[in-house]
């Protein structure tokens, strides 16, 4: 295993790799993988990485299984980033790209960190897998569980769409479905782990799904000539995307391939949830419960993130922000990229794109900023949640 320790990201606390843990046993926090950096980077250097396969698994040196025998894949990561010249004039933004993630296996950039997930699982020794979800994670679990002979176990809310059920359950997975939101699926799944010894891969609640969500970063670097963007505007729910492309930057910066300039990161949710929005605006450290949490992208319909603070950190010290977006905005986003540039985007992606009008209006992108948007899936498995809204404004051309 190349993981040297695990971190834990408030309390410093160190722990050793190989033993499953998930959070911090002294403050609950999230823990963070270590690795040879310096090792790292002497085998990743770009003209080697250029002969690597086009997969998350080029940047082996910094991913925690070294064992082939324990890698489950689909051919995950290294998807394409866009430019977005339509779209980036009817936004005042010439230099916009789109880091388009709807190819990914299962349609959503969950597979990235789940098939680190369970490849960990599998590599610690572990049979079953769970999480809670609030579709596409699930999907993406069963899986990479299927493609790696484990069992998975999948709690979703009860207004999941069909589509996600269908799917999830076709790859054998046992799908439990409950009453209220992601949280309160959680919670439920965290009691059936501890009663039932399973490996719980819940977003933050083990060290190595957010490894597969960095590689993101690491990608943009490399696909950008490794010279970051200005801006980065991400979805964020449990958010370990963006924390895990903040880690990423830094793991660069480390071993010599960046300069000490970072993207401005903006974390995106929808008006009727944010608790990231609010806590940023307030000034707080951490993220309160955001009460009857309600929007029709439900993959950031999460109303506490255990990561929160790490989200909040990675904004303030990128000199970022939080925006919140309508429903019907999100609607429109999703209308602006199709008409566009020909991508059917995921509500996710749609509430990037609708940010960037404001992000435009007040100020914190100019005409000068190379922008990178975060579409996280593929708009076809939303369509019963995006319909309701989808005729009441027509797609500006």
């Known amino acids: 295993m190349p993981v040297l320790r695990l971190d834990c990201t408030r309390c410093d606390r160190r722990y050793e790799p190989g033993p499953v843990l998930n959070v911090c046993t002294a403050c609950g926090a999230p823990l963070f993988a270590r690795y040879d950096l310096e090792r790292a980077a002497k085998n990743m250097r770009p ?3 250029a002969l690597r396969e086009p997969t998350l698994w080029r940047y082996d040196d910094v991913l925690p299984v070294d064992n082939p025998d324990y890698r ?8 394409p980033l ?3 010249r339509r779209l980036g004039s009817l936004m005042g933004l010439p230099r916009l790209f789109i880091k388009d993630e709807s190819g990914e296996p299962t349609g959503s950039f969950k597979a990235r960190g789940l098939s680190l ?4 699982a599998k590599a610690l020794g572990a049979t079953d897998v769970c999480l809670p979800s609030a579709g596409n994670a699930g999907s993406a679990l069963a899986a990479y569980a299927a493609k790696g002979g484990l069992k998975a ?3 979703v809310p009860k207004d999941i769409a069909p589509l996600f059920l269908m799917e999830t359950r076709a790859y054998g997975a046992e ?5 209220g939101l992601i949280t309160d699926a959680g919670k439920i799944c965290a009691e059936r ?3 039932n010894g399973w490996y719980e891969c819940a977003t933050l609640k083990e060290p190595y799904r957010i490894e597969g969500k960095k590689t993101m970063g690491y990608e943009v670097a490399e696909q950008m000539g490794w010279k970051l963007p200005d801006a980065i505007l991400y ?3 449990g958010g370990t995307g963006l924390i895990g492309m903040w880690k990423a930057f830094r793991e660069m910066e480390e071993m010599g391939y960046l300069g000490p300039g970072r993207p401005r990161m903006y974390a995106i949710q929808a008006e009727g949830c944010a608790p990231i929005v609010k806590a940023f605006t307030e000034g707080l450290e951490a993220a309160p419960m955001w009460e009857n949490a309600q929007t029709l992208a439900h993959g950031i319909r999460v109303p506490k993130a255990l990561g929160d603070f790490l989200i909040l950190r990675a904004l303030r010290e990128s000199h970022g922000s939080a925006v919140a977006v309508s429903d019907a905005e999100i609607i429109q986003g999703v209308k602006d990229a199709s008409a566009n540039e020909g991508i059917f985007m995921a509500p996710e992606g749609g509430a990037c794109v609708a940010a960037l009008r404001k992000l435009k209006a007040n100020g914190h992108l100019s005409a000068d900023d190379t922008v990178v948007v975060f579409n996280t899936g593929t708009g076809f498995k939303y369509v019963e949640n995006m319909a309701p809204l989808w005729g009441k404004a027509a797609a500006r051309r």
């Open 175 to 179: 799908v439990e479905t409950v009453d």
């Open 82 to 84: 866009l430019t977005a």
């Open 47 to 49: 003209g080697h990485l």
């Open 235 to 237: 979805p964020t729910g």
């Open 193 to 195: 782990a501890k009663e």
């Open 72 to 79: 489950v894949s689909l051919g995950e990561g290294f998807t």
């Open 117 to 120: 997930a369970v490849s960990m």
């Open 153 to 155: 176990h999948v709690f």
